[in-house]
């Protein structure tokens, strides 16, 4: 059994995809027999994923995937981990590969402007711009840059809703946005475009790519960012932050966080526990049980018999 760590990358981009049904076959295919696991999506407006593999697979992975989509550009975040943040490969078919829902956003068309991770910060510095996180609220929540508005949105969904009502006498002025990897910021500002705003700007390669190229000492942003696997969230460096997910709400739980009284593993945290029945909280600590079992049973499995 290896130890070496495991390369992911996390990667987007639109791209107009005319058969993506028949791609999302090839790709499974192909990157099945290079052990990859984790979660692609595929769409007429492009492709989405974060996956992991190990060794020189990765490299190979991200090569047979512009290969396959014929993409005329791909970047992608690239960090590590012990072992990998998935269990399996999933390649799905999907009306869009980030969900913004029936309103005109079409970034293959129409796009804010980008900008670079070394332009950010005084971008955002600026007190005329308005800064906004288009990420979910339990995302902000756990960390985000200075003074950046959170629209308090439990999916990128609401965006819209929330942009219309509350933005509506701002169409005039500059907004930046930004995102995990750059995928919903993007897609954001093509929908606040064709609604009339007249100047956006986007972080290109979201938070992650922002994490990775800016050092701590100059860096706006403060606490941690969620990513959507095991790791749970990530600092500066894209070094794993210490989070854990709570099982009875599935929110981010911070050190801080567990060492609370209503924090207990596989049950509850601050943020559920007044919430959750007595009913809820016994059916938790058996779900807990049986997967503490099953870690059990596994490490005898991998380990040597006695």
């Known amino acids: ?10 990667f987007y981009k639109f791209h107009t995809l005319d058969d993506p049904a028949a791609l999302r076959l090839v790709l499974q295919d192909k990157l099945k027999t290079l052990a990859v696991k984790g979660t692609v999506l595929v769409a007429n407006e492009g492709i989405n994923g974060t996956i992991a593999a190990t060794g020189e697979n990765i490299d190979l992975a991200l090569q047979a995937i512009r290969q396959i989509c014929a993409l005329p550009g791909l970047d992608h975040k690239l960090s590590s981990a012990p072992q990998s943040p998935f269990l399996r490969l999933k390649v799905k078919l999907k009306k869009e590969i980030v969900t913004i829902g029936d309103v005109a956003a079409d970034p293959n068309k129409k796009v804010g402007k980008y900008v670079a991770p070394e332009n ?4 955002i510095s600026d007190p005329e711009v308005l800064l906004i996180d288009t ?6 929540r756990i960390g985000t840059f200075n003074n950046a508005i959170d629209p308090h949105t439990e999916s990128f969904g609401e965006f819209p809703e929330w942009a219309r009502s509350q933005l509506k006498d701002q169409k005039k002025t500059r907004i930046a946005m930004f995102c995990t990897g750059g995928i919903r910021c993007e897609k954001a500002s093509s929908f606040l475009l064709h609604e009339g705003f007249e100047e956006v700007y986007h972080l290109k390669g979201g938070i992650l790519k922002y994490l990775e190229d800016i050092p ?9 960012c969620y990513v959507f696997d095991d790791r749970v969230a990530v600092s500066h460096g894209l070094a794993i932050a210490n989070y854990t997910t709570c099982h009875g709400c599935l929110l981010p739980v911070s050190e801080v ?11 509850s945290c601050p943020a559920c526990a007044p919430s959750l029945s007595e009913e809820q909280k016994s059916s938790n600590r058996e779900r807990q049980k049986q997967f503490d079992l099953a870690q059990i049973r596994g490490g005898r499995h991998l380990g040597p018999k006695e």
């Open 135 to 140: 990420r979910n609220h339990y995302e902000h």
């Open 120 to 123: 950010w910060n005084a971008l």
């Open 216 to 224: 701590q000492e100059q860096s706006q942003w403060r606490g941690a």
């Open 257 to 267: 966080e567990r060492q609370s009284p209503d924090f207990e593993e596989g049950v």
């Open 1 to 10: 059994m290896t130890n070496s760590p495991v390369s992911i990358a996390a």
